[in-house]
């Protein structure tokens, strides 16, 4: 098997672009890993030289996924194409990548088979042109096809089911720096003592379970977090996902703009649920926001000779390092804060005017969706202590900052 062939979209998959308008089927998350990597798993396990992944569009974040993941000397070759009926429609298509000796996916599935052998032993001559989906193999002008069990992704409640299937089969390597009691944990994943995990689970690298919450036969994706009081129980958080405290999630699948019911189709969208329970909305928002206020006028007052006897030279050196970590740049946002065109801190992701944000204390170079993380985070536990800490530590941040760092951020 020199070759491996990977055509996905055998058929319409208008669930996939309907539900996660953001991903191709090779970048959703199976049983916690890009499906894509599902694909050079096998590749390696055939000896294949090469893979082909076809896609009706061109994911540049799967290409670039692709790129990091790759293994040895195995060729990676994604573009797009493919959506042809049969396999003979595609061997024709793509005859000079396949050449006389290759492995085919017809459509969205994953074999079952624990070993090469098993995997070469289950083909017989394929009767009709290749039109079911499933695993094919051409040989010299002669096209088989395996009669092994595969792992069926063709709508959303088969994909939902078949994460499940994929956690419980103990062949398959789902991520995880170590593994306890069937609880699969990535690396530099916090986890409050009082929170209950219980597995079979998956938490990618960098996830945050919060206290008091439950997270029970689940996959939670990598820079996740799961905030206070939330139960989670088989249902899937995709990566980079914030899921609001005091949340029941069941048999559901969460991603950054919505939760999905994959047996009904039916979804919420985040921005009908995003602010209940929010401190922001409810009866102790004027002290928040009187107390935003006298933060930003101390700050006005405090900073203001310094900004004064600077500004000439920042005018002339906006990109001063120094001035930077001064965060001279700031100070006019102090006084858009007193005169109600800007917040002191970003209190929630639609929100574009603000001074500073919660991300900031954790990382300067936090990607845009980590940072969106924090803001949901500080939308439903804003208070006095933590508006003061926000500030204090972006200050602090800014002020212990290397050069380097800056430039990384």
């Known amino acids: 098997m020199k070759q491996l062939l990977i055509n996905p979209y055998s058929q319409i998959q208008e669930w996939c672009k309907d539900y996660f308008p ?107 042109e290749g039109s079911a989906d499933g695993i094919y193999y051409y040989k010299d002008g002669a096209l088989l096809k395996s009669n092994i069990q595969v792992y069926h992704i063709e709508s959303l409640q088969s994909y939902y089911e078949v994460n499940f299937q994929v956690l419980n089969d103990d062949f398959y390597n789902l991520p995880g720096y170590s593994i306890t009691g069937n609880v699969h944990t990535g690396t530099n994943v916090v986890m409050k003592q009082d929170c209950h995990l219980e597995g079979p689970l998956v938490l990618g690298d960098n996830t945050f379970i919060e206290s008091q919450s439950s997270v029970l036969d689940s996959i939670v994706g990598e820079r996740s977090l799961v905030d206070k009081g939330c139960v989670v129980e088989h249902s899937i958080i995709f990566d980079r996902t914030y899921t609001a405290g005091k949340l029941e999630i069941k048999n559901k699948i969460v991603t950054p703009g919505r939760i999905i019911d994959p047996y009904t189709g039916g979804v919420l969208e985040r921005n009908s649920f995003s602010y ?72 929630h992701p639609a929100n574009e005017q603000f001074v500073f944000q919660m991300g900031e204390i954790y990382g300067l170079q936090n990607t845009p969706e980590q940072r969106r993380i924090y803001d949901y985070y500080y939308h439903y536990h804003c208070s006095c202590v933590l508006v003061l800490q926000v500030v204090l530590r972006s200050l602090g941040k800014r002020g212990f900052a290397t050069y380097v760092e800056r430039k990384r951020s």
């Open 22 to 128: 953001d991903r191709s089927l090779g970048m959703l998350p199976v049983g916690g890993r890009c499906a894509a990597e599902y694909f050079i798993d096998l590749a390696l396990r055939c000896n294949a030289e090469g893979l082909l992944l076809l896609g009706p569009t061109y994911n540049e974040h799967l290409a670039e996924h692709l790129y990091e993941y790759q293994h040895g000397e195995l060729r990676l070759d994604y573009r797009k194409g493919g959506g042809h009926k049969t396999v003979r429609q595609l061997l024709e298509a793509y005859s000079a990548e396949c050449g006389n000796d290759c492995l085919i996916l017809h459509g969205m599935v994953m074999p079952k088979a624990h070993t090469l052998d098993e995997l070469q032993g289950s083909f017989v001559p394929c009767e009709d």
């Open 276 to 347: 209940a329970f929010s401190p922001v909305q409810n009866r102790s928002a004027w002290i928040l926001r009187l107390w935003e206020h006298f933060i930003a006028l101390v700050l006005a007052l405090v900073f203001a000779v310094p900004y004064l006897l600077i500004l000439p030279f920042y005018l002339m050196n906006k990109k001063s390092h120094w001035c930077w970590k001064l965060s001279i740049d700031r100070y006019p946002g102090y006084w858009a804060v007193l005169f109600f065109r800007k917040e002191l801190v970003k209190s």
